[in-house]
């Protein structure tokens, strides 16, 4: 593992061994590996990246809950090698079933650095949530402006086993050219009976037309839960996200 997955990894047990959250909050820990296919402008290639995440969600009042969140990853492919870092908060307002709030997000793309503000939501049924999400980001150095619009649906055929789809549009305006982009991901995650262990799958599909690149990524995982099931994880805020970035194979 690279410099950075230590460095996330250290973050997340240092804010999940502070006494207050480890009474009271809910979140994960999660490493994974991943098969990525790209095609771009006709050339093929293929490539690994190995990642480690985690996520926690503790109440900061009866309705307010704080959402951190850190992942790092290294890859390796016929298009080079790279090193991914990310880190954001969130704070959402939460009713009976329901919840919605801002969110913020730095992620340090190699060579680039990217800041996303926008807002989460979240709507809760007996057995699905439905998730959505906007943002907007930026990336100085290459004068990228980006907005993004996200939605997942997550079905839990029980409380410790759960499905999902999801699909995010993007548009960036790239030193004055318009680029769009669209990702389709699919992926579930199922726990072991009486312990935190889980384990996770999943597919996403993304494409930029006017770059004519397309990225086809299969991976797999081993997570660690804490505060509860997979649906009360789901129901506590410590699970945020809406879909996939298209462009994040793209800069």
Do not use: C
Not at 57 to 65: D, G
Not at 82 to 105: H, N
Not at 118 to 145: E, M, P, R
């Amino acid at each position: 593992m690279k410099l950075r997955m230590f460095a996330t990894a250290a973050v997340v047990a240092a804010a999940l061994s502070t006494p207050a959250l480890a009474q009271s909050a809910t979140g994960s820990v999660g490493v994974s590996a991943s098969q990525v296919e790209v095609e771009v402008f006709g050339f093929e290639g293929d490539g690994q990246t190995y990642a480690i995440d985690g996520s926690v969600a503790f109440k900061a009042s009866e309705a307010w809950t704080v959402t951190l969140q850190g992942s790092g990853a290294t890859s390796s492919s016929d298009l080079g090698d790279d090193e991914t870092f990310a880190a954001g908060a969130a704070l959402t307002y939460a009713g009976s079933d329901w919840r919605v709030g801002p969110a913020v997000t730095y992620s340090d793309l190699g060579s680039e650095g990217l800041w996303t503000v926008g807002g989460v939501a979240q709507k809760y049924f007996d057995t699905v949530t439905l998730a959505g999400a906007v943002s907007y980001g930026n990336i100085d150095d290459v004068d990228a402006d980006i907005w993004s619009f996200g939605g997942e649906a997550r079905f839990f055929v029980s409380d410790n086993f759960r499905v999902d789809a999801g699909v995010t549009y993007a548009s960036a305006d790239v030193a004055g050219t318009d680029v769009d982009g669209w990702s389709l991901g699919l992926g579930g995650e199922y726990q072991f009976a009486g312990t935190p262990w889980s384990l996770t799958g999943g597919y996403t599909h993304a494409t930029v037309d006017d770059a004519d690149l397309s990225v086809d990524t299969f991976t797999i995982g081993v997570r660690y839960s804490f505060g509860g099931d997979l649906k009360a994880r789901d129901r506590s805020g410590a699970n945020l996200g809406a879909g996939s970035n298209p462009f994040a194979s793209a800069f």
